[in-house]
Structures are given as C-alpha cells and as structure tokens.
C-alpha cells in the first residue's frame, strides 16, 4: 500500500501553482496608500502613498508590551473623558472593533459603553453620522435634556 | 466690644445671599446641599424658631442633569380631588412645562412638612438662566461650590487640543482613515 503511494507521488509530482505578481488586490491593504494622480500633458502619473497616521506624533509609548494600552496605563476613564472615548470610535461615532483598537476584551466591553453613555450624554455629538442632528439641545422629548451616568452601575467581567 | 467681635456680630445676623449654578447638578443632591443654607441649620445659633435662614438664588435651573433614564422614569403625581382628576407627569414633561419646577419640588420635598417650611421656600430664587434681575444680583456676597463637575464636549475642545492631546491608541498600519 506505502510503495503505491509512493509510486503515485513520484509520477503524478503535483507542482503549486506559482501566481505571478498581481497587480490588483480586492484586500484592503492596497487602499492603505493615499492615490495621487498627476496630469503632464499626455502622461497620466498615478501614485500610491503611504500615509503617516496624524496620532503618531502624540502617541505615548507603552512600557509593558504585553498588556492592552489601558491596562498599561491603568486609568480609570469616566464617560466625560471624551478625549480619550474619541480615539476609539469613527468619525461616525461608532465603537472601532477590537482588531483595530487593540484593547483586551474586558477594556473594549467597558470602553464601548463608555462612548454610549457619552453619546446619549451629547458630549460628543459632534461625532455622528452626517445626515443627524449634531446638536443635543434639538434632539425628541427627554432626549435634549442633560444626564449622567454613573460607572459604578457598568457590568464588572 | 472689639471691631472683630462686631464684624462677627453683623455677620452672624446678617441674612447671606448665596448663589448656586444648577447646570449640570443632580437636582435632588442639590437639594440637601441647599437645604442647609435655607434653613441655617451650619450656624451655631441655629434654633428652629430662630429665624436665621439665607436666601440661595439658583441659576440655569434649565440645566439640571438626571442620572440615567430618569427624566423618562421620574414621576410626577397631581391629583385634583374631582374624580378621575389623577395625572401622572414624567420629569421631563414637567421640566419642559417650567425648567424651575423639578428643582424646586425636589427642594422642597426635602425638608419636613412644618409651618417652617413655605417661609424657608420663600427665601430660594430659582432662574432657569443666568438672567437675574439686578436687585437680586447686588445681594450676592457668597457663591456656593458645585458637587458635580460639568462635562466639557468634545466640539467645546479646540481643535489644537484635541489634536495635541496624548494618543492612546494609533491605527494600525493596514486601516483605512475615515
Ligand atoms: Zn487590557
């Protein structure tokens, strides 16, 4: 049974198929780069560019690799911190997913209620979908009043 | 009589007029925190026959912060004696009727039903604003200390702060900004 096998191997000898170099990409990691397209004359010059993150130049360095950026830094944030909440959401407002924000599960579950506490609070309104209203004064019924939230209330994991 | 013991003397007969800005204050922790001042019960000579009460003047009543959903689960109940005459207002139908009302009701709810209590209630000026009339305004010699810290939005903040800000977290190398 081994050497019929071993026969079969040696004649059928499937090789990988070898992909020559794509040009094009569906995956994202093409769109990483800003496209710049220059006009000269007949020549059409198409480049893609890195971008440099605009947080680099404010990022804090972390002295414990192993631990989540919050958990390194052993805050307590509260709903109110909106400097902080701000850098884990969209310009939408919308939580970041764990893959890009990098927290631990236990940050993420807390960090994401805190933004929803700060959103219902109006604190950051300016952070929300184009098409709605970014002023917490105008918003429906007791919706445009002011309130706060307690973070003692959260769950604790 | 020394002019310090005479000082003391005007000072402690004196009815003070205190300010109090509500924005952003639980209406409900305010009202303990007034109640004092309203009543006198911080000063020595305090007797509740004594009247030695000092008036507080809230300002941006308007402002007020509940706790949670509780401007939608705070009620209200009023009845008018006829039957069927009970109504049941929430919070913030009642805050949007008159921004004073919560405040005041909570004030008054916190002290003891005696004959005291509507003289002490005549002694606290609630305005849902800042705008105070001037005779008012010249009384104040004392502002009272907030227990809550107001929030400051995220679009109150410049742009330069919010850019300069230290960043916790930076997007990975293969995310797409927008
Ligand atoms: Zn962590």
Redesign the pocket.
């Known amino acids: 049974m081994n050497s019929i096998l071993k026969l079969s191997r040696h004649f059928l000898k499937l090789e990988p198929i070898k992909y020559s170099n794509r040009a094009i990409s569906i995956y994202p990691h093409l769109k990483l780069k800003e496209i710049y397209e220059t006009q000269n004359g007949k020549e059409l010059l198409i480049e893609g560019v890195h971008i440099e993150s605009p947080r680099s130049k404010y990022s804090l360095k972390m002295e414990d690799a192993n631990?989540?950026?919050?958990?390194?830094l052993d805050l307590e944030v509260k709903h109110t911190d909106v400097l902080i909440l701000s850098q884990y959401v969209r310009n939408d407002g919308c939580m970041l997913p764990r893959r890009v924000t990098g927290?631990?599960g236990?940050?993420q579950r807390r960090v994401s209620s805190l933004v929803t506490m700060a959103q219902k609070a109006g604190l950051m309104s300016n952070l929300n979908p184009a098409n709605s209203n970014k002023d917490p004064k105008k918003r429906n019924g007791y919706k445009k009043y002011n309130k706060y939230f307690d973070e003692s209330t959260l769950k604790k994991y | 009589m020394s002019s310090l013991k005479r000082v003391q003397q005007w000072a402690t007969f004196a009815r003070i007029w205190h300010i109090y800005d509500a924005s952003w204050q639980n209406p409900f922790q305010s009202a303990g925190l007034l109640k004092k001042y309203l009543m006198g019960t911080y000063k020595p000579i305090y007797h509740p026959l004594n009247d030695c009460g000092d008036h507080v003047v809230v300002i941006n009543s308007g402002d007020i912060a509940l706790p949670g959903d509780e401007w939608k689960k705070r009620v209200y109940f009023h009845h008018t004696g006829y039957p069927r005459g009970a109504s049941w207002t929430l919070a913030w139908q009642l805050h949007k009727k008159d921004p004073t009302l919560v405040l005041k009701k909570a004030v008054y709810n916190s002290m003891d039903g005696n004959l005291q209590r509507r003289y002490t209630m005549e002694r606290l000026h609630i305005y849902p604003d800042a705008n105070v009339p001037a005779d008012i305004m010249k009384n104040i010699s004392n502002q009272l200390a907030t227990p809550r810290e107001v929030p400051k939005r995220l679009d109150h903040y410049s742009e330069k702060e919010v850019e300069e800000f230290p960043k916790i977290m930076d997007y990975p190398k293969n995310y797409i900004l927008r």
């Open positions: 631990k989540c950026s919050l958990c390194a927290l631990c236990k940050q």
